[in-house]
T-cell receptor, first 114, second 115 residues
Framework: AQSVAQPEDQVNVAEGNPLTVKCTYS??????LFWYVQYPNRGLQFLLK??????LVKGSYGFEAEFNKSQTSFHLKKPSALVSDSALYFC????????????FGSGTRLQVQP | ETGVTQSPTHLIKTRGQQVTLRCSSQ?????VSWYQQALGQGPQFIFQ???????GRGNFPPRFSGLQFPNYSSELNVNALELDDSALYLC??????????????FGPGTRLLVL
């Protein structure tokens, strides 16, 4: 079975400061890892993914994520937060074998204060 | 915008009724996945369709069923609605890549309320 943990229900950060949203995972085989963002009353918007290769992945809107195999983590980061980054962020995982379904974490609400 | 569309946007039904939700996939994508997102939770996988065949199913009862059509659009049908079926239903489309690293692109969702 595969699972994702997002240990923080909410992350608060001041505009202009760096932000980190944490994610750890459990999966059989090699992981495929994804970050999505959800704005109110909207579907999920893809930010970035790790499949293989460089552990630092760059995505949309200045976001990046670092894959750490030994710590089974895939934390989302941004050097300088914007008020418009305030939203709900989901980490998702699937293994490189078997069912091609994504398993999502419970989400982390990011609040960026002006 | 992803190019994945869903209809209707909102729906209100009563317990015991049946509902059909629709999804049009992004151009060039042959796979559609359906997810249920209850309030305050992450999306839960319902099932996936690839080339009109079910290609994996999550922990949902048989009253959740689906179809995929030759143009790769899809329907989710739920029979005998229960109050707990109230949720945002998300459709995602993707290609199938040999390496398996395809991205699923989500539509805006259908919000279902069961009274």
């Amino acid at each position: 079975a595969q699972s994702v943990a997002q240990p923080e229900d909410q992350v608060n950060v001041a505009e202009g400061n760096p932000l980190t949203v944490k994610c750890t995972y459990s999966v059989s085989g090699n992981p495929y890892l994804f970050w999505y963002v959800q704005y109110p009353n909207r579907g999920l918007q893809f930010l970035l993914k790790y499949i293989t290769g460089d552990n630092l992945v760059k995505g949309s809107y200045g976001f990046e994520a670092e894959f750490n195999k030994s710590q089974t983590s895939f934390h989302l980061k941004k050097p300088s937060a914007l008020v418009s980054d305030s939203a709900l962020y989901f980490c998702a995982v699937r293994g490189d074998t078997g069912r091609r379904a994504l398993t999502f974490g419970s989400g982390t609400r990011l609040q960026v204060q002006p | 915008e992803t190019g994945v569309t869903q209809s209707p946007t909102h729906l209100i039904k009563t317990r015991g009724q049946q509902v059909t939700l629709r999804c049009s996939s992004q151009s060039g994508h042959n796979t559609v996945s359906w997810y249920q997102q209850a309030l305050g939770q992450g999306p839960q996988f319902i099932f996936q369709y690839y080339r009109e065949e079910e290609n994996g199913r999550g922990n949902f009862p048989p009253r959740f069923s689906g179809l995929q059509f030759p143009n790769y659009s899809s329907e989710l049908n739920v029979n005998a609605l229960e109050l707990d079926d109230s949720a945002l239903y998300l459709c995602a489309s993707s290609p199938i890549l040999a390496g398996g690293g395809e991205t699923q692109y989500f539509g805006p969702g259908t919000r279902l309320l069961v009274l």
